[in-house]
Each structure stands twice: as C-alpha cells, then as structure tokens.
DNA sequence: ACTAATTCGAACACACTTGAACAGTACCGT
DNA sequence: ACGGTACTGTTCAAGTGTGTTCGAATTAGT
C-alpha cells in the first residue's frame, strides 16, 4: 500500500467515525507506530485533522456546540465498536435500511460495506463516503437532500421531505442522550426534525446509544423511549438504567466492549 | 506492448484500484521502473493521475481535497475561469441560486463564496464543499438528496422530487455538451433528469459552456438552446456557431480568457 | 539505405520512507 | 504526590524510490 493511500484512507477514518487511535491504525496497515504518527502529522501540517495523545481527531467541527466532543468519540470508540457490531448482524442483504448521522452510525457504516445488494439512506454526508468509497456496484447509497450542519449532517425542510417519500426495513439512529423523562434526544432541533422522519420511514427502530448517553439530556426530542423496537447499548449502564430500559423497549442488548 | 497501450492500461488500473506501484508495474510489463515512471509523468502532465512516492494514485481519491478538484479541472482552466467570473456578476446579494454539477460551476462557486446572504442549491457535493469550507453564517447551501454519481453528483427521483419543492432566482447550468439538433446534453442519463428540475425550478438559465463543447452531444438532451436566456462562452467559438447561438439565445455573452 | 527521432534501459547520486532505539513526557490510578 | 504505563519525538541506519544522463535499440522519414 502507498503511503500516499495509507493517509488518504486515516483521514476517511477520522472524518467518519471522529478519532483514531495509532495503535490501531498501526496494526491494521501492517507498520509501525513512528510510520502512523509521522503520517498524522502530515495530515495535521495540512490542517486535515487534528493530532491529540493516542491518535488523532476530527479537526473539531461541531466543538462549537458540543465541546470536548472528538475527545469524548476516540474514548468511548470500544464501545461504538462494540455496538456497531452487534448492530451490523441486525443487517441482512438486499436489505433497505436508514443510518442517522453521528459517529457510531459512521463505524456501523464500515460494518456494513461488504454486505451485498444493500440499499442505505442517510443523512450523514461521511456515512455515504463511506459507501461511496467502497465502490459497490450492487449497493445502493441515497444521501437525503438539505442544509448542512458542522457535524456534516444534512437537515431542514428539504431532507423530510426528501425522507417521506421512502420506506425502510429499519433504522439505526445513533442519538446524543436518553433519559426516562425527554426520550432520546439530540442537541440540533433540525437533526430531530430529520431524525422523526427516518423514524416514520422505517418499520423497525434499532437506536444505538453507549452508556454515558444515559442521562444526557439534549434541546430536542426525538421519539420517546418505547419507540424503539431495539435498542443496543453497552455494559456500562448502571442497574436502575438498564432495568428500566429493559422494561421499556422491548429488545435490549447489551455488548461487552472489548 | 506499445507505449500508448501500456498508458492505458496503468490508467484503467490506477482508476480501477485506486493506486498503482512502480515496482509492480515493471514486473507485471516487463519494463523497467523508468519506463514506467515516465509513463506515469506523462499521465500524470495530463492530469490523468496523480504521482506520488512509490507509485500513483488517482486524481482526487474520493471527495473535496482541494488540490484534486483544481488538477482536475485542467482542461480549458483559463476558459472556466473568465465565464465563472463572468457569471459571478450576475449574482447580488441575497439572491437564491442554483448551480447545477460540473468543474465549471465549481470555478464559479469559489468566486461567489464572497456574496453576502447567498443562498444556493446544488447537487454537487465538491460545490457545497466550497461553500462550507468559507464557512459563512449569511449563507444558506441546499444540497439535494439523491445516490451519488462517479461524478460527485446526487442524482435520481429524491434529487428531482427535493428540487421540486424549491424556486431560485436563477440556474446556472454547466453542461457537457451543445449543438444545434439535441440542445444542451450530458452523458449522463440521471444527471440530465435532475438538471431539468433545476431549470423548471428556476426563473432564469445560465448556461455555462466553454466552446469545446459545441458540437459536442451526450446521450442525453437537458432542453433545448433557445430554452437559455443567458449563455456565456468564451472566443473560441466559430463564427457559424457564434451567430447561430446569438439568434437562438436571448443573451450571448463572449468572453476572452486572457 | 541512411539519417533523425523516439523509446528504452542502465548507472549514478540523491531524496524519501521506514523501523528501531532511546530519552523524555503525558496520562492514570493509588 | 508518586510511580507505573503508555505514548511521544529525535536520531540514526537501512532500504526504496527518484530524476538525470548517457548509450543502445527501435522506429519513422526521406
């Protein structure tokens, strides 16, 4: 692989699921840890992304709402990982499905490339580079029209519209918080409006949340608790949490990261 | 093997994997590495690929990375450049505009990114891209939904269904093609539905085409010459087609690139 | 058939990339 | 505050890749 290829493909990591990690970048291309920062750092030198101890992030787009966010993404990534992939058994081919924006729905999306005659709505501009990428001509990848938000998610009148007028096997909503009170929730009310309508698309609600959603409370809500029909999450949870949950949404899962 | 086919071959193949290695490719040909270096310069002068260390990738490997999009656009830069700026001033402030794909409304995109309160709709990710990257709060960018050509397009019904529902002050349309018999054409099939919402979508059409493209007919027809109320083109027109296009379009406008 | 032009390969000096070793630094739990 | 662990950048050596220059071979033109 060209070194050149090998920084081109980091930085698509880094813009779709928020951070990576050198030592695993390291031992998925096969060099070393000195061979990974140095090619961090020419990514960093052009401004692509930003270099943080451990790895490096997105070069901080949707900080100005959401503070310490690309920090936050790169600890929680075993659990995204996890998560995306009990998600991603969920998946069979020839499947119509929707990803919602956010990062772990961008690591679910790299699960879900190699699946064959898969059709993905979306309104994550980095989930559809991902698909774009992989370059499958039997995969169908619908990006929903809209105004862009600086966490490269595609909102507004145009985007439910655009949803309306198709039906889904299933979404995977990723969300920013849940609680027993406002449901699932999310900072940007155009992302909620954007997120109901994938909701009202699709047959089945599978909503992927790590552990430290609970208790998070956004502006705005999208569906409450009981709407989803499945719901992954990962072992941090405490108990009250997940009986509730458990008695709550009629599918729960929960993985062990690692 | 000619030299000619040899090209061509490392082409088809740098396009087809992403990434070729000089040392692979002298083994696989039976030549040696400078032969093969030399052929990818000469590739790479025509802005085919790009050369890197070790070997060559392809021009833009996957979305906006500036200098991509600029290699890309080589081809009659001087041209593109006089109509875009052109073009630019027929935009004021506030106004709501389309721009249809193309490296001609991507020039054109980059002068208007100083227009206060623009709003604009594009199904062109590498044009959004430029408008997000100025980063201006004033301005609004509407991509619209749809699956994603080779081209960086959003095309197919969503695209067509989003634009349905919006109006613009003015379409500036790039096209690949014109002649007097098929009107303006891409080669795209999609991409021509798409442009044909844009123009019912707009009050005034903008064409913008360089004068390579006379004569020139993709499979597709988007509508007809006199459908334009402004064209803008540049002096390499000949004297035929020059006359034949100032009686069929209201507003002819040459330009002299340089 | 002769000459000119082009293409190719070999050799060279130089530049780049990589991995290992090391000393220093940041993070984390106690 | 402290120490252990993991991460960092620097330096160096080895291996690759690079362009230039030259001569040989092939091709094209007259």
Known sequence: ???????????????????????????????????IRRD??????????AKVHGG???VSPGSAHEPG????????????????????????????????????????AQRLVDVPSLTVVTNSIPVADVFYRAGRPDQTVVLTGGTRTPSDA?????????????????????????????????????????????????????????????GTVGISSIVPLERANVMITDDGLDTTARSLLSETVPELVVVNPQ
Do not use: C
């Open 56 to 58: 490096a992030t997105t």
């Open 154 to 214: 595609l909102v507004g009148p145009v985007a439910v519209a655009a949803i309306g007028t198709l039906h889904l096997d299933m979404l995977f909503l990723g969300v920013h918080g849940m609680s027993e009170r406002a449901g699932y929730t999310t900072p940007n009310l155009m992302e909620a409006d954007v997120n109901r309508a994938l909701v009202e698309a699709a047959e089945r609600l599978v909503v992927l949340a790590d552990s430290t959603k609970w």
């Open 40 to 49: 961090l750092e020419a990514l960093a030198d052009r401004g692509l992304l």
């Open 69 to 108: 966010f690309a920090a936050k993404s790169v600890r929680q990534r075993d659990e995204k990982a996890a998560i995306a992939a009990r998600a991603a058994a969920l998946v069979s081919p020839g499947d119509a499905i929707a990803l919602s924006a956010g990062t772990t729905t961008a690591v679910l």
């Open 1 to 35: 692989m060209l070194a050149q290829q090998r920084q081109a493909a980091i930085l698509d990591r880094v813009r779709a699921t928020g951070g990576v990690r050198v030592s695993e970048l390291a031992a998925e291309y096969g060099v070393s840890d000195m061979t």
